[in-house]
């Protein structure tokens, strides 16, 4: 496992999901360092599958976003851009004081096509000058279905060893495959990149995960590069992701899902509201806060058919649920930020040849990480840090209220009408300025000011979807 090894927690950090480089880039000057992101994780960058014709029937969209998930070489041309724009990039991003995660397709290589956007061509299982059959599992005779392919995802030898919806499973178990992956990753270190989300990690066993992992470089800040693993929850004990927790860090995809839950499912009898993550985290069957990264949603669950996860389109509700994940503080968390889309296959905004045009705000973008409110939540979680959730209070509905030990206070409502709370608050009497509303300016408040008494009770009137949060430092 990754045992004692040195590493870093990512904080707080936004996926900037499938833009281009260039516009990263910006973003981490204009707006990501200043904001207070820690990082920036973006799409994966190698050369990748680019469709030339569509497929059969019901297939509309020449090039869908799930392109990048089809690697064909390590060569870093892509839809978000050049080698030379994403080494710039980086450069730029950490300048900004925004370390850059990169999600890494590791487990496979395409399962279609014959073309790509850095100009590679290849056929099945032949990839030139990297990779050959005796390099993937099913020509090796190693995958025990029938076609090759994933039947039952309850099997480990399939999960491990067959195609991924078609996609070529390679032999991460050999040497000269590891080789080829730790080059790929090293490269991205030498450029700067931070660390990883390992895409279709449940497809592949811990120790080559390790393998892999230990082949890696340390990265500019001179410690292990972050590694966090992209297991599912479902099937058997050895496939789920408390069996990865020892190899690295993981998503929280279940702690997603019961957000959702708590935003959005509201019933009469209160079991879906937002007054029931009073138990969030561990306790609410989650993995370790310390090994897992937290998100409300990702670019698989914001198109999950059932509706389970939030997304854009739930408006001031998702909104409001990346400031109670920034205000509680499970896991790492990060905020989800993308294009909007009407069909589950859209591609981002692109031009005819696939190629991703720069993120314009409110132009096809969401741009949800720019948010005031998130912002200012952003900021809120870095300063309470690490100290512990106490004083909660919820008026067993839509509004709850919680201190971070002595350092800040919070209170948020779902409900669609404001709501007046008098609640302790765990900090000292006095003025404080609301973050969310407001700031200090010139010795005031240029937003809603909350008044705690002697006791540290305070009477404050919640906004409808709104949240209030104060810390010690907004003590006017
Ligand atoms: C495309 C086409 C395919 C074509 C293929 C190859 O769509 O028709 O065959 O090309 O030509 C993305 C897209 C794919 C796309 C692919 C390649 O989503 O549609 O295929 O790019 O372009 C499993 C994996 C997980 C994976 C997920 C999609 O375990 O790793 O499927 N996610 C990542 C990426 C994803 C990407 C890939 C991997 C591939 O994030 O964007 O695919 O690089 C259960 C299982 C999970 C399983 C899910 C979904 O999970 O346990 O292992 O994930 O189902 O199938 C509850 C349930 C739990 C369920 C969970 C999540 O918790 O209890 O059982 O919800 O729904």
């Not at 499938?18 to 990501?32: F, G, K, M, Q, Y």
């Not at 009408?417 to 302790?424: D, F, H, I, N, T």
Request: hydrophobic share 35%; glycine share 12%.
């Amino acid at each position: 496992g990754r045992g004692s090894r040195s590493t870093q927690e990512p904080g707080v950090t936004v996926s900037l999901w499938e833009w281009n480089w260039r516009s990263v880039a910006r973003e981490c000057t204009d707006v990501l360092g200043p904001a207070g992101y820690d990082g920036v994780q973006v799409a994966p960058p190698q050369n990748s599958l680019k469709r030339t014709a569509l497929g059969n029937g019901s297939d509309t969209v020449l090039h869908p976003w799930w392109e990048v998930y089809q690697a064909v070489s390590y060569d870093l041309t892509s839809r978000m851009g050049t080698e030379a724009q994403f080494k710039k990039m980086v450069k730029t991003c950490r300048r900004a004081g925004v370390k850059v995660y990169v999600d890494a397709v590791i487990n496979h290589t395409t399962g279609q096509g014959s073309t790509s956007y850095g100009g590679v061509d290849y056929t099945p299982y032949r990839y030139d000058g990297l990779y050959g059959p005796e390099d993937f599992h099913a020509p090796s005779g190693e995958c025990p279905s029938s076609d090759g392919g994933i039947q039952d995802f309850n099997a480990k030898a399939q999960v491990w060893n067959c195609n991924l919806v078609g996609l070529e499973d390679l032999r991460t178990g050999s040497d000269d495959v590891q080789a080829e992956i730790a080059g790929y990753l090293n490269k991205l270190i030498r450029y700067g990149v931070s660390g990883f989300r390992v895409d279709a990690a449940k497809h592949m066993p811990p120790r080559d995960l390790d393998a892999i992992y230990s082949r890696l470089n340390r990265t500019k800040d001179g410690v292990k590069p972050y590694w966090s693993l992209e297991v599912l929850p479902g099937g058997p004990g050895v496939l789920r992701p408390e069996a990865y927790l020892r190899s690295g860090d993981v998503l929280g995809v279940d702690g997603a899902r019961q957000m959702q839950q708590a935003f959005k499912s509201y019933t009469a009898d209160h079991t879906g509201s937002l007054s029931s993550l009073e138990v969030f985290g561990a306790a609410a069957g989650l993995t370790p806060s310390g090994k897992t990264v937290s998100f409300v949603t990702n670019h698989d669950s914001e198109r999950n058919d059932a509706g389970d996860y939030l997304n854009y389109k739930d408006g001031a509700t998702y909104v409001l649920a990346h400031q109670w994940l920034l205000a509680d503080g499970y896991g790492s968390p990060q905020v989800y930020s993308s294009f909007a889309w009407v069909t589950k296959d859209d591609s981002p905004p692109a031009r005819a040849d696939g190629r991703i045009t720069d993120a314009v705000c409110g132009q096809g973008w969401t741009c949800v990480h720019r948010d005031r409110g998130i912002v200012a939540m952003v900021g809120w979680h870095d300063y309470v840090g690490a100290a512990k959730r106490v004083n909660f209070w919820t008026d067993d509905a839509n509004v709850v209220a919680f201190s971070k030990g002595n350092r800040g206070w919070v209170a948020l409502n779902n409900g669609t009408a404001p709501k007046e709370v008098r609640v302790q608050t765990g900090l000292p009497g006095g003025r404080y300025c609301d973050v969310v509303s407001g700031a200090e300016q010139a010795g005031g408040c240029t937003g809603t000011v909350v008044t705690v008494g002697s006791t540290g009770f305070a009477t404050v009137t919640v906004p409808a979807k709104g949240v209030v949060a104060v810390t010690r430092a907004s003590r006017l």
